[in-house]
């Protein structure tokens, strides 16, 4: 299973962070592939709640639902995608100094729609470049 893992620092606290983090209708401002969230049903914090979401994904758009797995305040935001495409998304932050680091860490399967326009390898080259914005926009958007 290919695995994404992103790190960076922000200038903010660890609470900021995943509260900003479990917030999943945030996510399309630094998840670039990420088109909309959607038909959330109730607290992201809150394990079992579900939503629907739309990816794009090397020019081929998916679309699904997702699902909180589990939330600790100022630590973790975990989330996994229960159609369309199955992967488990995780969210860490620690403090460090007076700052934050932020982990990202995504494991995923290759949807076969997806495997039938481009090759593995190509596919996961551009998800790991995506993930580097992905942490790249957050440090942006947090550090205002």
């Given at each position: 299973?290919?695995?994404?893992?992103?790190a960076?620092t922000?200038?903010?606290?660890?609470?900021?962070?995943?509260?900003?983090?479990?917030?999943v209708?945030n996510h399309?401002?630094?998840?670039?592939?990420?088109?909309?969230v959607s038909?959330l049903?109730?607290?992201?914090?809150?394990?079992?709640?579900?939503?629907?979401?739309v990816?794009?994904m090397?020019?081929?758009?998916i679309?699904?639902?997702?699902e909180?797995?589990?939330?600790?305040?100022?630590?973790l935001?975990?989330?996994?995608t229960t159609?369309?495409?199955?992967s488990?998304f995780?969210?860490?932050?620690?403090p460090?100094?007076?700052?934050?680091?932020?982990?990202i860490?995504?494991?995923y399967e290759m949807?076969?729609?997806?495997?039938?326009?481009?090759?593995?390898?190509v596919?996961?080259?551009?998800?790991?470049?995506?993930?580097?914005?992905?942490?790249?926009?957050?440090?942006?958007?947090l550090?205002?």
């Open positions: 299973m290919p695995n994404v893992s992103k960076v922000v200038n903010r606290s660890p609470a900021e962070v995943i509260e900003y983090i479990a917030d209708t399309p401002a630094f998840i670039g592939p990420l088109k909309s038909d049903s109730g607290d992201p914090r809150k394990p079992g709640t579900s939503w629907t979401w990816f794009v090397s020019g081929v758009e679309s699904g639902s997702a909180t797995i589990k939330y600790e305040p100022s630590r935001f975990s989330y996994r159609s369309g495409a199955l488990t995780e969210y860490t932050a620690a460090q100094g007076d700052s934050t680091r932020v982990q860490n995504v494991s949807p076969d729609t997806v495997l039938g326009k481009v090759q593995a390898p596919v996961e080259r551009l998800n790991d470049l995506d993930g580097q914005r992905a942490v790249d926009n957050l440090k942006v958007i550090d205002s």
